[in-house]
């Protein structure tokens, strides 16, 4: 596993990720704080998670930010898990406190997970 704040930099450890002999290579992105561009990294990569922040001092999970990465997973043949919405969901232009027991839930209700068959989540 390999954990970093600074995505990229990930390129300079790529050939090193992609020769380890792991059976799923997968990235977590969580929590989710801003849009960001995975296109350049999905190359070997199997999976992506993503999740929003919890906790009192959450900052903002949105969910046009997560839609984007499925869409760059969709477009790479890379299965995709939203995880959890985080403490403060927006969608739709409105940002909404979720209850910490809810926050998984809701987002498997939005029904946008992407599975391959294999368990992922």
Request: glycine share 6%; proline share 3%.
């Given at each position: 596993?390999?954990?970093?704040?600074?995505i990229?930099?990930?390129?300079?450890?790529?050939?090193?990720?992609?020769?380890?002999?792991?059976?799923?290579?997968?990235?977590?992105?969580?929590?989710?704080?801003?849009?960001?561009?995975?296109?350049l990294?999905?190359?070997?990569?199997?999976?992506?998670?993503?999740?929003?922040?919890?906790?009192?001092?959450?900052?903002?999970?949105?969910?046009?930010?997560?839609?984007?990465?499925?869409?760059?997973?969709?477009?790479?043949?890379?299965?995709?898990?939203?995880?959890?919405?985080?403490s403060?969901?927006?969608?739709d232009?409105v940002?909404?406190?979720?209850?910490?027991f809810?926050?998984?839930?809701?987002?498997?209700e939005?029904?946008?997970?992407?599975?391959?068959?294999?368990?992922?989540?």
């Amino acid at each position: 596993m390999i954990l970093t704040k600074r995505i990229d930099r990930f390129l300079v450890s790529l050939p090193l990720f992609l020769s380890y002999p792991i059976k799923r290579r997968f990235i977590a992105c969580a929590p989710l704080l801003e849009a960001i561009d995975l296109t350049l990294y999905l190359h070997g990569v199997d999976h992506v998670t993503v999740g929003g922040e919890t906790g009192r001092e959450a900052r903002e999970c949105d969910y046009d930010w997560v839609l984007n990465i499925r869409e760059q997973c969709v477009k790479a043949n890379v299965t995709f898990w939203f995880k959890n919405t985080g403490s403060l969901f927006k969608r739709d232009s409105v940002v909404e406190k979720i209850n910490p027991f809810k926050q998984t839930g809701m987002a498997k209700e939005l029904g946008i997970n992407i599975s391959d068959g294999k368990r992922w989540f």
